[in-house]
């Protein structure tokens, strides 16, 4: 039995002012640039790049408030930033093997010798999911993992 929806799909449009500042330091230079940017109303302009759509919010039944208490959350595969890829470790320790399956994510070993980073990726990926994903060797011998700036599912094989 079917049953009605209230959906509420969007899309980013980018628009963007370019200005030139003065600064001293990044910091200062990348707050007068909003500064400058936000005061000339007549410098922003549209790239015609526009993102995929995505779900912002939905609720079951008919004309309701997809944000409203009935809002229920959105799947990661239809949200804005899709759904977070794979990470997988196999091995005992890193640095084993690692794969990564829908999306990509940035890989960081550290380990007593020394960091590596990579970036791994299996497209398509979501533009705005960039995912580190930080793996370490704790004190019990068992790797630690961590991830920032995005999601990933990360999976460990004891192999």
């Known amino acids: 039995?079917?049953?009605?929806?209230?959906?509420?799909?969007?899309?980013?449009?980018?628009?963007?002012?370019?200005?030139?500042?003065?600064?001293?330091?990044?910091?200062?230079?990348?707050e007068k640039a909003i500064a400058a940017a936000n005061e000339d109303s007549a410098g922003w302009r549209s790239t015609d790049h526009c993102s995929d759509s995505y779900v912002d919010a939905f609720c079951e039944g008919a004309g309701a408030d997809p944000w409203g208490k009935g809002s229920l959350p959105v799947p990661g595969r239809f949200s804005e930033h899709g759904e977070p890829p794979v990470v997988t470790l196999a091995g005992p320790v890193p640095p084993g093997a690692?794969?990564?399956?829908?999306?990509?994510?940035?890989?960081?070993?550290?380990?007593?010798?020394?960091?590596?980073?990579?970036?791994?990726?299996?497209?398509?990926?979501?533009?705005?999911?960039?995912?580190?994903?930080?793996?370490?060797?704790?004190?019990?011998?068992?790797?630690?993992?961590?991830?920032?700036?995005?999601?990933?599912?990360?999976?460990?094989?004891?192999?």
């Open 1 to 30: 039995m079917t049953r009605p929806w209230t959906v509420q799909v969007g899309y980013n449009a980018h628009h963007c002012n370019t200005v030139t500042v003065e600064a001293d330091t990044l910091d200062e230079a990348l």
């Open 98 to 159: 690692v794969r990564v399956s829908g999306g990509r994510a940035t890989v960081r070993f550290e380990t007593e010798a020394g960091t590596i980073a990579a970036e791994l990726r299996d497209p398509p990926h979501p533009p705005a999911n960039k995912p580190l994903v930080t793996v370490s060797v704790g004190p019990d011998g068992k790797p630690r993992v961590a991830v920032e700036g995005g999601s990933a599912r990360v999976r460990i094989l004891d192999g």
